[in-house]
């Protein structure tokens, strides 16, 4: 099993920069609400949907900061 750093690093060797990662996330977020299934969704659920896109997104960018950082 990979230690915590080297999951890390095998991400950022996969997407290379957040912005890519964002990309495919928003595009999940829009494919998903978008999806006869979210049709079934309450107002909040969409909301609670959309408030964890973007907090991953802010962990994806967080990520990638503390890589630069450590030199990974």
Known sequence: MDTPM????????LYEN???????????LEAAMGSKQADEWTGDERT???FFCRQLSAFVKATFLASKLLGK
Not at 6 to 13: L, N
Not at 18 to 28: C, K, R, S, T, Y
């Open 18 to 28: 957040e912005d890519g990662v964002n990309e495919q996330l928003f595009a999940l």
């Open 6 to 13: 080297e999951t890390i690093s095998k991400f950022i060797v």
């Open 48 to 50: 609670d949907m959309i």
